[in-house]
């Protein structure tokens, strides 16, 4: 009875130990004429029951795990996103100085160039001040590059899809490269107490130019830092349209923006392009052509509106000859103004032949409105034909033995067949046919669209349903293990109570 009463201690205390651990105390060994059949039913049951209850603990085991490695990857994605988010808002500060440093230097170096230019090829205090002022912006701005680069770096590791995916190291990968390209092209600027003159003799002439002016004209190149706006201060560049963007397989960069403003402002892009292409263009021949043409006042570059007038008529093709670049630099100038306008003028050839296309909505109307009117006219003729019959009917009743009616009748019948040409061109025109294939096409794409919009409303909505019902039913899965477990423990604990007694 010891051990028996040591049994009912060990099941009594089984939900510390495990549901079944009353099978650990051998009652068949020691009582083996008492109650076999309750024994071997017992051990069947207890068996059943802890292989589901093993399954169970598996699927339940299971499912914390994934949970628990979404909610990782959850808090993962959110700290990347957050790194992402911040790096961006520290480009976009980055980039605003970037511009702002590198043209307000390209402006202050031209304006230092004229100062120099007007001095008769002598620097004074304040060209001097000018000149050090432009190399304090210019080695902030090229240290400035050099952190947006290593930012944009950053970036573009931590937007691996997954951390095995190889990405090459910042010396080599594409990041690099444009850093040095930019650092060397915005590195140009000529220091203070730097003086040197260029003599060249070449096309009968003598070409003088500064040192301070060739860095002035090649520091207008920095006009190309303004395209970094496009990143940051367009809708088309938003946290929402990058999200858009990655959905659809593409990047929210600044030619994505450019793209989208030329697809619906152009205008907004091409106007300020010509009117900038026109004063780097101005300004940069102005440089190289005013030393070399003094000697000929109907060549005189000393007034900036005579290089720009050359630069307008060179980008639109037109090319009157009353003034023309003499200097090989300045006839290279004019042949990159010539490729660069052609460009401009297509852009803008194209952008008037979208502006008076019409959109499906007006091409609809204006065809509808022609119908209307073709209608209006075939009933017209046919009204007009319709009397001619009556005037003729009634002509040869009352005038049939008239010597001229033939002659009458001629040129009636040929009224007659023009009235009913017309009346069957407009009817033909006035018939409302069914749509072509191109508006049928149309229709059909935007009916389609707005269901798959719907369609995939709806697919998120019972992807969510899917995911709540998983969950309940995991909950009711769990809920139901410890119901069955505690009917089945009060049933061993009433069949050895019934087994003692």
């Not at 051990?43 to 059943?48: G, Q």
């Not at 306008?341 to 109307?365: A, K, P």
């Not at 707005?450 to 369609?455: A, C, H, S």
Request: charge should be positive.
């Amino acid at each position: 009875m010891a051990a028996i009463r040591a049994g009912l201690l060990n099941q009594g205390l089984g939900q510390f130990h495990g549901l079944n651990y009353y099978k650990n105390i051998n009652y068949q060994g020691r009582y083996p004429n008492q109650d076999g059949g309750f024994e071997s039913q017992s051990e069947s049951d207890s068996d059943d029951s802890s292989e589901g209850s093993r399954i169970v603990q598996r699927q339940s085991q299971n499912y914390a795990e994934n949970i628990a490695s979404l909610e990782k990857r959850r808090i993962l994605m959110a700290k990347k996103n957050e790194f992402i988010e911040k790096t961006e808002k520290t480009l976009k500060i980055l980039d605003t100085f970037i511009v702002l440093l590198g043209i307000s230097g390209t402006i202050a170096a031209n304006i230092e160039s004229e100062m120099y230019y007007r001095n008769n090829n002598s620097d004074n205090d304040y060209s001097t001040h000018i000149r050090g002022s432009v190399s304090i912006t210019t080695i902030i701005l090229l240290v400035m590059i050099a952190v947006h680069a290593s930012l944009d770096y950053k970036i573009t590791k931590e937007k691996r899809e997954a951390p095995e995916e190889d990405v090459p190291d910042f010396f080599f990968s594409h990041n690099f490269w444009i850093m040095i390209v930019e650092l060397i092209l915005n590195a140009v600027h000529c220091p203070p107490w730097v003086h040197k003159v260029f003599v060249s003799e070449q096309l009968g002439g003598t070409l003088t130019v500064s040192i301070n002016e060739v860095c002035a004209a090649i520091m207008l190149l920095r006009v190309y830092l303004l395209v970094k706006l496009f990143r940051y201060y367009t809708k088309w560049t938003s946290s929402h349209s990058k999200k858009i963007c990655e959905t659809y397989g593409a990047q929210a960069n600044w030619l994505f923006s450019v793209k989208s403003i030329l697809k619906i402002q152009p205008f907004y892009i091409l106007i300020p392009l010509i009117l900038i292409s026109i004063i780097i263009f101005s300004v940069s021949t102005r440089i190289f052509e005013r030393h070399f043409a003094l000697s000929n006042s109907s060549q005189d570059y000393s007034y900036i509106w005579n290089s720009a007038w050359l630069v307008m008529l060179t980008m639109t093709t037109v090319g009157y000859g009353d003034f023309f670049p003499r200097t090989h630099i300045g006839r290279f100038i004019i042949v990159l103004s010539c490729i660069w306008g052609i460009f401009i003028i297509s852009m803008m050839i194209v952008t008037l032949s979208n502006f008076i296309l019409f959109t499906n909505e007006e091409d609809r109307s204006f065809e509808y409105i022609k119908k209307v009117k073709a209608l209006k006219a075939s009933k017209r003729f046919a009204r007009l034909y319709v009397k001619k019959q009556l005037e003729q009917y009634l002509y040869y009743r009352k005038c049939k033995h008239d010597p001229n009616i033939n002659l009458v009748m001629e040129e009636m019948n040929l009224l007659i067949k023009f009235y009913i040409k017309k009346f069957k061109d407009y009817r033909h025109d006035a018939l409302f046919s069914d749509l072509s294939a191109a508006e049928m096409l149309t229709v059909l794409n935007e009916r389609i669209s707005m269901q798959i919009f719907t369609i995939r409303k709806h697919l998120n909505l019972a992807l969510k349903i899917h995911e709540n019902l998983h969950v309940a039913i995991v909950s009711q899965n769990k809920i139901k293990e410890n119901l069955d477990s505690s009917i089945k423990h009060i049933q061993d604990l009433r069949r050895i109570t019934n087994f003692i007694s």
